[in-house]
């Protein structure tokens, strides 16, 4: 009697051994373009981030109003503070959030905890019967994971001309013509320089065109 054809216990496990080696090689297929997908996405999440806050950034700021935040000792108003981390001024929200008027709004350059930095921006109400202002819940990210950053100020001089920029601005009664915005993401984003002109409405400001006014034309 001739014996039934079958397979060897050696054929078998050769057969296991590719079946292994084929299910590593999908499984490492799957799992690298899953890591791409993941970073694919957090990269375009990144790049949104980026675009949206400096959108923001540049539209708040360009709305800025020279309305008084504080006063100082000697009870004259404060129209915009700035720090090489923090500033603070008044500007109308997009939106239904504009319905509220002109809020005080602070962007600030805290510590993450792990080394790094975020951008945070902060609402207030200015009451308009002089009451401190009342903070408006909890402050927003617009920008995180930052290894550097600072804020710099321009002006003019009282002959008009541009001054130097300078990391802190020290005239209370006017606004900045320019403010200017520079990060260093700790990843590999590129945060592009931001440039954002502001608007002159304070009495300072309006007394030095009149006085330039004057000097080009005088009477």
Do not use: C
Request: charged share 20%; proline share 8%.
């Amino acid at each position: 009697m001739k014996r039934a054809a079958g397979f060897t216990l050696l054929e078998i496990l050769a057969a296991l051994v590719l079946l292994a080696l084929l299910l590593v090689g999908v499984y490492s297929g799957i799992a690298s373009a899953s890591r791409s997908v993941r970073s694919g996405t957090a990269t375009i999440e990144r790049m949104d981030q980026l675009r949206s806050a400096q959108r923001f950034l540049r539209r708040e700021l360009a709305q800025s109003v020279a309305a008084p935040i504080s006063r100082t000792d000697r009870g004259e108003p404060v129209y915009f503070q700035g720090s090489a981390r923090e500033m603070r001024y008044v500007a109308p929200l997009p939106g239904y959030l504009g319905k509220l008027g002109p809020q005080l709004q602070q962007l600030q350059l805290v510590d993450d905890g792990a080394g790094g930095l975020r951008l945070e921006l902060r609402l207030a109400l200015l009451p308009p019967d002089g009451r401190p202002p009342q903070a408006l819940g909890e402050p927003q990210v617009l920008f995180d994971h930052i290894r550097a950053g600072s804020f710099h100020y321009r002006g003019t001089d009282p002959d008009g001309a541009a001054s130097p920029w300078a990391s802190e601005w020290t005239t209370d009664r006017s606004l900045p013509e320019l403010v200017r915005i520079e990060l260093q993401p700790q990843d590999r984003t590129s945060w592009p320089r931001l440039d954002v002109p502001l608007r002159i409405g304070s009495m300072e400001a309006g007394g030095l065109l009149r006085t330039n006014l004057l000097r080009r034309n005088p009477p």
